[in-house]
């Protein structure tokens, strides 16, 4: 219970203070999750939607592999990565190891599954009541595709909400790539998980509990921004 009082009051002062690493390392963890999540936002939604319209041979193998791969471990997605990056890799040239950017990349690998699925599974339901209608007016696959995309924004919403989550969360693939540098790749989890081996705990505990607060605001601000909230369309 100590150590919880402690690790409210460590994070009430980091935050009052504006702590500079504490600003640094949220701004850097803002900058990585909010980045895949935009790249696997492009690839997820059309292509979650696509798989709820589209109609093709090996559609439910497609459908079933898109969910297993949402069960990704996420230190095996980061050594995949570390490999293809690493200097001996395919990559290695770009210099990308240990970089933000190997950070994305990770993430982008580990969200896009989750949020493709989600959005596969809400289209179909979508897709269902528009059948009929788009067929009737004789609208092409792509057209179906924004249309769907368009009504079904709410709940793409959703989707997205649960990629940013998974990704602001992640530290074992981070940890693998990014190295966990300070003032570098250092970023809220990383930095917890750091604090905790040091035996620090009431800090580990202050930055878990900004990290929880930052994903609760960026969740609410989503939400409000959107009007989500209104018209008891929650």
Same mark, same amino acid.
């Given at each position: 219970?100590?150590?919880?009082?402690?690790?409210?009051?460590?994070?009430? $002062?980091?935050?009052?203070?504006?702590?500079?690493?504490?600003?640094?390392?949220?701004?850097?963890?803002?900058?990585?999750?909010?980045?895949?999540?935009?790249?696997?936002?492009?690839?997820?939604?059309?292509?979650?939607? $696509?798989?709820?319209?589209?109609?093709?041979?090996?559609?439910?193998?497609?459908?079933?592999?898109?969910?297993?791969?949402?069960?990704?471990?996420?230190?095996?997605?980061?050594?995949?990565?570390?490999?293809?990056?690493?200097?001996?890799?395919?990559?290695?040239?770009?210099?990308?190891?240990?970089?933000?950017?190997?950070?994305?990349?990770?993430?982008?690998?580990?969200?896009?599954?989750?949020?493709?699925?989600?959005?596969?599974?809400?289209?179909?339901?979508?897709?269902?009541?528009?059948?009929?209608?788009?067929?009737?007016?004789?609208?092409?696959? $792509?057209?179906?595709?924004?249309?769907?995309?368009?009504?079904?924004?709410?709940?793409?919403?959703?989707?997205?909400?649960?990629?940013?989550?998974?990704?602001?969360?992640?530290?074992?693939?981070?940890?693998?790539?990014?190295?966990?540098?300070?003032?570098?790749?250092?970023?809220?989890?990383?930095?917890?998980?750091?604090?905790?081996?040091?035996?620090?705990?009431?800090?580990?505990?202050?930055?878990?509990?900004?990290?929880?607060?930052?994903a609760v605001s960026v969740n609410l601000a989503v939400h409000t921004l959107s009007g989500t909230e209104r018209g008891s369309r929650w």
């Open positions: 219970m100590n150590d919880i009082l402690s690790g409210l009051q460590a994070a009430f $002062w980091l935050v009052v203070q504006l702590d500079a690493d504490l600003v640094e390392i949220t701004l850097r963890s803002l900058q990585v999750s909010v980045s895949a999540l935009a790249i696997a936002c492009m690839i997820a939604l059309p292509l979650g939607t $696509w798989l709820a319209v589209q109609r093709f041979r090996f559609r439910r193998g497609v459908i079933a592999l898109l969910n297993a791969l949402m069960g990704l471990p996420p230190v095996v997605v980061g050594l995949i990565v570390y490999i293809l990056l690493s200097r001996s890799g395919p990559f290695g040239v770009l210099g990308l190891l240990f970089t933000p950017t190997a950070m994305i990349i990770a993430q982008i690998i580990i969200i896009t599954p989750l949020i493709a699925s989600i959005t596969h599974q809400a289209m179909r339901e979508l897709w269902a009541e528009y059948h009929d209608l788009l067929i009737s007016l004789n609208t092409s696959r $792509w057209q179906r595709v924004r249309t769907l995309l368009w009504d079904g924004r709410r709940a793409l919403l959703t989707a997205a909400l649960a990629g940013f989550g998974r990704a602001i969360g992640e530290v074992g693939a981070i940890m693998v790539v990014g190295g966990n540098i300070d003032h570098a790749t250092r970023v809220l989890t990383t930095a917890i998980a750091l604090e905790t081996g040091k035996g620090d705990f009431a800090l580990a505990l202050g930055l878990g509990f900004v990290l929880i607060a930052l």
